[in-house]
């Protein structure tokens, strides 16, 4: 591990993470920690010519904290994971990702919506998003979410777009192909189709102000036979069969496709 500290608060870097950033032996490192939304943004800089930006998710939202204990003294605070193990406070790990300036790898997004009873519910939406740019099509990230009833299949499509659209502009890619099943929700987003519907315009504009906030990601838009979209489809249907929201990053490949070259 690598510490550093600015008054009580230390900060720790697991060897893994010291790995992905490319800090080596005698190395310089220089840290800034700020709030960023619903996370944190970590930024390092190494040797004045190596900058990267480390995302930091608390542990409740990872869901690996099951609770913690309050001592009389500082070192008796403890957190209890979900595993089972207990780490002192101030060495909980709580590094999930890394973003590096260059954007240089591609995605493929899929999304897929169910409404069972359509348009009554109950409904939920699926995404996945695999690695593209070296072939191997690794996956990133899946996610599912329920959504109740009185929700309508196109609905579904268009928060699995969304939800899918989010986790992929935390990758840091320089390009995405986004495809689903739907030749209508498809041809709605790229404007081929008009919008008539009220909830389904509010859902559009969203995707659209998420794309305009990320102009710099090169998206396409294509669509795809329902047999190849199966992924998204299952996952909109564990979410209604759950009645749960999940989200799982394949953080070994995340990390993998987001590591830093040092020549």
Avoid at 245 to 259: E, F, L, S
Wanted: with cysteine.
């Amino acid at each position: 591990s690598i510490m550093g500290s600015f008054g009580d608060d230390p900060v720790i870097i697991r060897a893994r993470v010291a790995e992905a950033l490319g800090i080596r032996d005698n190395d310089k490192v220089f840290f800034e920690f700020g709030e960023f939304g619903e996370i944190f943004r970590f930024k390092v800089k190494i040797n004045d010519n190596i900058c990267s930006d480390v995302l930091l998710h608390d542990l409740i939202t990872l869901n690996i904290l099951g609770g913690f204990s309050m001592g009389p003294k500082k070192e008796h605070n403890k957190l209890t994971l979900v595993s089972g193990k207990e780490v002192w406070i101030p060495e909980q790990e709580m590094w999930a990702g890394m973003k590096v300036i260059e954007k240089k790898h591609s995605a493929r997004l899929q999304f897929d919506g169910a409404s069972r009873n359509n348009p009554n519910g109950p409904a939920g939406y699926g995404f996945c998003i695999v690695r593209t740019d070296d072939g191997s099509n690794d996956e990133l990230v899946q996610g599912c979410g329920y959504a109740g009833s009185k929700r309508s299949n196109n609905e579904m499509e268009y928060e699995g777009l969304m939800e899918g659209l989010i986790w992929a502009t935390r990758l840091n890619l320089e390009s995405l192909e986004i495809c689903g099943d739907s030749q209508l929700i498809i041809k709605q987003v790229t404007g081929e189709y008009a919008v008539k519907n009220h909830r389904l315009k509010r859902l559009l504009s969203k995707i659209q102000a998420l794309l305009s906030e990320h102009n710099d990601l090169s998206c396409t838009f294509r669509c795809v036979p329902r047999e190849q979209n199966k992924v998204p489809d299952q996952l909109a249907n564990l979410a209604i069969d759950m009645r749960e929201n999940i989200t799982r990053c394949n953080w070994p490949n995340v990390n993998n496709m987001m590591k830093i070259s040092r020549t």
